[in-house]
């Protein structure tokens, strides 16, 4: 994903649409699997489509999904896609106002729960399917000392990294490839 697909948020009434577990959940949906109707998506996250449906107008609402009319095949067939496959935000764009500010906090939040949670998920697989990645999952951390401008240096590279192996063209090898978790966290912290 490059720079020009990521969304700078500064709207606390986005933050608060994505700020739901399956919200957020259907937007890693799409960014794993693409365009999507809402059957695809219902059996994706095991939810009835009418909650799907629901959640997908406050996403586009929001204008965090569109409708994809060029990828139906009649009139009644409706696929949906991310606006944007990235989004970014800062807490201290909504310091001036409290109700806003705790609408970032939340979506801050949620999307450190949805990290763990998947780590957690990973963590709790049988032992079968563990095995059939062959020690490839990894966690890792480091105490590093940072000025704010090394971080925010890291922090690019870190970016840039990911974002060459997410845009990468897939080799025609018909090796299985799938959907694989990254997430870095760099933050200021005391042992």
Do not use: C, Y
């Not at 999904?65 to 949906?80: G, N, S």
């Not at 971080?151 to 090796?175: C, K, Q, V, Y």
């Amino acid at each position: 994903m490059d720079s020009s697909d990521v969304r700078q948020i500064t709207d606390s009434r986005v933050l608060a649409a994505m700020s739901h577990p399956l919200r957020r959940r259907l937007m890693d949906v799409f960014k794993v699997h693409g365009p999507s109707t809402v059957g695809m998506l219902a059996e994706r996250t095991d939810q009835a489509p009418a909650n799907v449906s629901h959640h997908l107008k406050v996403l586009a609402n929001a204008d965090l999904v569109t409708e994809a009319p060029e990828l139906a095949r009649d009139r009644r067939e409706r696929w949906w896609r991310l606006v944007t496959r990235g989004l970014r935000w800062s807490n201290a764009d909504f310091d001036a106002d409290p109700a806003a500010r705790a609408a970032a906090d939340a979506a801050t939040s949620l999307n450190l729960d949805r990290h763990v949670a998947l780590a957690r998920a990973w963590h709790a697989a049988d032992e079968v399917e563990q095995a059939s990645w062959h020690d490839a999952a990894f966690s890792t951390d480091h105490w590093l000392r940072l000025t704010p401008e090394e971080l925010a240096e890291l922090s690019r590279e870190m970016i840039d990294l990911l974002a060459r192996w997410a845009n990468r063209e897939l080799p025609d090898d018909d090796a299985e490839r799938r959907p694989v978790f990254v997430f870095v966290h760099g933050v200021p912290a005391r042992p």
